[in-house]
């Protein structure tokens, strides 16, 4: 990870300056400091996200700070501030604001409130920390982040980056475990033209499991930039013509299923146009799908990976691309 950006997290997270500098009025020698109460501060500024700030449009209302980004704020915040805030300048300069993502392997029982779409089981935006609900693992040297150097929309995107073989995972329960009839997943998956496709690199994944992939239905990327679908109830894998995953553009990209024991369905659209259609298979695993996956999960023969997601919903209504 580039250096500028582990500064920007590290400082982010703590609140605190690399140096005693005060502000330019020379008034406040607390300012951009830790805090616990307003009255730490001075006038010029209040106690807030544990930082002496003040809201901010530019930076050059936080000298000797910056005016942190979206995501810097939601992150300092704890996604509590609608505007952003000043926070200490970062030891170098950078392009972007970059959050390592924490292994976490607590899946929790209860899921996150879904948003405010029809049918929705879950959403997430990437804008902000995930939540504690969730659960993040790796293998491997693979660099898992909340970023807004490549965003869809919003202030962030999870973005997975590796130079050498090395997996992220997180795990994300759905409000309810579906069974039976229609599942969709919506995402925006960016893929730079650089990337060179191992075997398989998975995006995105439906469990029946909590702590295991052997039931699942996975959404994978693969060489000659053909998609594929891959079902272990029936151990059978669908794919897409080649030349469907276009690079350095966000694509949205649909999975929709008929979940059954038999005779179900499964149908795969990039940018609204279906590329893979399958009819008459099994989309039912051993156990009620419960479990969306996100990921990098590149094949062993993987060097250079960089994949960034962003605005998962999955639903039991169908769903298309704005």
């Known amino acids: ?12 997270f703590a609140g605190i300056c690399c140096s005693p500098t005060p502000e330019t009025s020379g008034t406040n020698t607390n300012w951009l400091r830790s805090c616990t109460s307003s009255g730490e501060c001075g006038a010029s500024s209040r106690c807030a996200c544990g930082l002496c700030t003040r809201t901010c449009t530019s930076d050059d209302e936080c000298a000797p700070g910056i005016c942190g980004s979206s995501l810097a704020t939601a992150f300092q915040c704890a996604g ?3 505007q952003t805030v000043c926070l200490p300048e970062p030891l170098a300069p950078s392009a972007c604001s970059e959050f390592p993502i924490a292994t976490d392997t607590d899946l929790a029982p209860a899921a996150v409130a879904p948003c405010n779409v029809p049918g929705a089981l879950l959403c997430e ?18 660099d898992a982040s909340i970023e807004d150097c490549v965003v869809h929309q919003g202030s962030g995107a999870i973005r997975y980056q590796t130079q ?6 997180t795990r994300m329960r759905l409000a309810n475990p579906v069974s039976s009839g229609l599942l969709a997943a919506r995402f925006y998956a960016y893929v730079p033209a650089s990337v060179t496709l191992p ?16 039931g699942k239905i996975s959404v994978e990327a693969k060489p000659n930039d ?12 669908y794919s897409s013509p080649v030349g469907v995953l276009l690079r350095d553009q966000w694509l949205c990209i649909t999975l929709t299923l008929d979940v059954a024991p038999a005779g ?9 146009a279906e590329v893979i259609a399958q009819r008459d298979v099994v989309t039912l695993p051993p156990n009620p799908i419960s479990v969306a996956v996100v990921e990098g999960l590149p094949s062993a023969d993987a060097t250079g990976v960089e994949l960034a997601l962003d605005d998962l919903v999955v639903a ?3 769903l298309a691309c704005p």
């Open 199 to 214: 075997n398989y690199l998975a995006m995105f994944e439906l469990w029946s499991d909590d702590a295991s992939s052997n």
């Open 80 to 82: 509590e501030e609608e």
């Open 164 to 169: 050498s073989f090395g997996y992220s995972q």
């Open 316 to 318: 039991t209504e169908p």
């Open 264 to 272: 179900g369905s499964v149908s795969l659209a990039v940018d609204g």
């Open 226 to 237: 053909i998609l594929e679908v891959y079902l272990t109830p029936n151990d059978a894998a």
């Open 1 to 12: 990870m580039k250096p500028a950006v582990v500064a920007l997290a590290a400082l982010a």
């Open 125 to 142: 935006a990437f804008d902000a920390e995930l939540p504690a609900e969730d659960a993040t693992w790796y293998s491997g040297v693979m």
